[in-house]
């Protein structure tokens, strides 16, 4: 083998060792990112999921509190035309995601977008370099415009959504709600 030859196979496995290295350093699997859950949950069903998740998954999880929990009638009322508005309502403090890869962001729908309250922990939030994962728990239907809507305002705080997710939580016990997001945390392992 001549010189030059030997020189191009050393520049060349150089460079893919180099690639694989660099890959390696900017690309985390799944189960090495440090994750967090935020959610806000307003009956307890997307809590359940927020919980369940936490633990199968092995996550820090955080609760976005009302300042002032409304009344049923003010939820179903302001609370949905907010929530469709995309407004923000106030909440106690927003939990910081700095020192986490992965931030799951979670809210019940309240007419087919997400509860107000989460809103303002995404506006709040600067998302860059993190990958995020929105997901919502609804009656029956409206989570697709949700998780559109979470997503854009993820994305213009610099939020990189890996992925969605929902669990309709009509009809089920909270058991059920337990064994459906059990299924869906496989893939976030
Ligand atoms: C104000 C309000 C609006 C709602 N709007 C919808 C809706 O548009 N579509 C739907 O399927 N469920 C809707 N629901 C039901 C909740 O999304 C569902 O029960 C959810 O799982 C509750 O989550 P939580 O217990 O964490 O608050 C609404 C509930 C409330 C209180």
């Known amino acids: 083998m001549t010189m030059s030859n030997r020189l191009s196979i050393a520049l060349m496995l150089s460079f893919s060792l180099a690639s ?9 699997p799944e189960a090495a990112m440090k994750s967090v859950i935020v959610y806000y949950s307003y009956t307890g069903r997307t809590e359940t999921v927020a919980k369940t998740l936490a633990s199968e998954i092995g996550a820090d999880v955080v609760k976005i509190e009302d300042v002032e929990k409304p009344s049923k009638l003010k939820a179903y009322f302001l609370g949905a035309f907010a929530a469709h508005k995309g407004k923000a309502w106030p909440v106690k403090s927003l939990p910081s995601v700095s020192g986490y890869d992965r931030v799951f962001v979670g809210a019940p729908v309240w007419w087919m977008r997400p509860a107000p309250e989460i809103n303002g922990f995404i506006q709040g ?11 919502v728990t609804m009656g029956g239907s409206g989570q697709d415009a949700a998780l559109k809507a979470m997503s854009a305002a993820v994305e213009a705080k610099g939020g990189k959504v ?10 089920l016990t909270q058991t059920g709600i337990v064994a459906k997001t059990k299924e869906t945390a496989k893939q976030y392992r």
């Open 20 to 28: 694989t290295l660099s890959y390696a350093e900017t690309k985390k």
């Open 125 to 135: 939030t600067d998302f860059t370099g993190k990958t995020v994962v929105p997901f």
């Open 162 to 171: 890996s992925s969605t997710f929902s669990v309709k939580t009509g009809g």
